[in-house]
């Protein structure tokens, strides 16, 4: 903003991009519900009508905001040939966790919970750890991540094996988004389309040759991403940063709250987005 420009007077930018973002409301309207459902002891059942009910007067209020603010994600969207790029690295990204993967003990500490609770759906939602007899109580702050709960619901009422919904197709989801995510965060900085493009590339490229071990951003990206703290990580963190500086350059209060839902969402994935 130029030294005597008001707010009102600031180009806008576009918000085509922000589509990407509405992924990160829905993982925060579920992170609501879960822990509404948690903290109440109600049947973990009724996370999935808690989270119709919170999505859909969290949408309507994130609409007339959006509306309020001239921040509708979408608006003017224009296709461009360099999203047929974004595209290809999207479907390569995919491809290769089909042939990468790095299970660790978070596997059996977290989704093991969320496993046990697919038989106890008109119970409330499990407080101790059930991959070992004893029942050792979980932290406040593991309970209080929804994704691996999430998926295992997902995998269950699609008939579709949780463990396999997890790792695999959770995976190739996440690892499809990364291209688009860097291309995002790019953009922020206004440069244009191709330069983005570039700029997620060398992203990806990065990515693929990193050897820093298997706590390295290369082997968390493409090893083991169906992880909620892997995703908060690799993708949260940069759109985190990117939003930031978004609004602090044009002090628009959607951006303001899309910050707070991707810390909610973040919350959801895993407990290092508490830190």
Known sequence: MRLGETISETPVESRAGDILLIPVALGAFWTLSYQLVLVVRWPAVTMVWCFFVIAFVGSFLLSRLWKKTNATPGCGYRFHPSQILLLALGA????????????????????????????????????????????????????????????????????????????????????????????????????????????????????????????????????????????????????????SYRFLLYENQSDLLWLVLLAIAGVGLGNTALY
């Open 92 to 243: 390569g990204c995919a491809i290769t966790v089909l042939f990468v993967r790095r299970p660790n003990q978070d596997d059996i500490v977290y989704f093991h919970r969320a496993l046990a609770q697919l038989s106890a759906l008109h119970k409330p939602v499990c407080l101790h750890q059930t991959s070992v007899d004893m029942k050792a109580a979980f932290s406040p702050v593991h309970l209080a991540t929804s994704h691996e709960m999430l998926m295992a619901l997902v995998g269950h009422y699609l008939r579709i094996d949780p463990l396999y919904f997890y790792q695999v197709i959770g995976h190739v989801f996440a690892a499809f988004s990364i291209p688009f995510v860097f291309y995002w965060c790019v953009r922020r900085f206004r440069l244009n389309r191709w330069s983005a493009t570039v700029g997620a590339l060398l992203a990806v490229a990065f990515l693929l040759v990193d050897g820093m071990g298997a706590a390295g951003f290369g082997n968390t990206a493409f090893g083991r991403m169906w992880q909620g703290k892997a995703i908060v990580w690799i993708l949260f963190l940069p759109i985190a940063l990117s939003l």
